[in-house]
């Protein structure tokens, strides 16, 4: 039990902490609504079942230790933070306050869980993380409830995190402010999903 506490603790400290996850849910709830925003953090916890997966199966290590494996991830999820980045800075400076039409057409519920999963999935820093904190807490006497029941924490734990950033970024009073200043907004996350992509590239 300790050592499942302690590997919940330092996983909430590093998912609450903004990253890639944090930019894309915050972007698209302020672009287009909390529901997007919810379908985002869904495609997250989707990405973080695989990262669980084969940290389990003990891939994690195998992963780790080949450098072509461990290019090929992050190549690719630079890749894709800095076109998601372009595009947002790209964006046309439309109103926050969609029709459900118009929403639909800018992206869907499955093109988000996808946005949300990509992001996610292709983070070298997040496999990195997983394992390094599997290596530590688990050994083969380890019970394999542990594990499981720490995949089980995380992927829930996503979930209603990232859903209530959804939720905060698209209070009214929030979103009045973004109105405001939608433009610099588009670019500032545009700028630093670009500078994560580039930072990644570098680990």
Known sequence: METLIAMCMIGLLAMISPG?????????SIQYSSR??????LGIACGLVIHMTYCILGLGLIISQSIFLFN???????AYLICIGIMSFMSKDEPLHLDAK????MISPAGAIKMGFFVNVLNPKATFA????FSAFITPETPWQIPLAFAAFTVVS???WFSLVASIFTFQ??????EKAKTKVD??????????GLKVVDV
């Open 173 to 178: 009073k929030v979103k009045n402010i973004f």
């Open 36 to 41: 997007i925003g919810f379908f985002t953090a």
């Open 20 to 28: 890639p996850d944090f930019l894309v849910v915050v972007k698209n």
């Open 130 to 133: 997983f394992v390094s904190l």
């Open 102 to 105: 118009k929403e639909a057409r």
């Open 72 to 78: 090929v991830i992050k190549y690719l999820g630079a």
């Open 158 to 160: 996503a979930i209603l």
């Open 187 to 196: 670019r500032t996350m545009g700028i630093l999903l670009v500078s994560l």
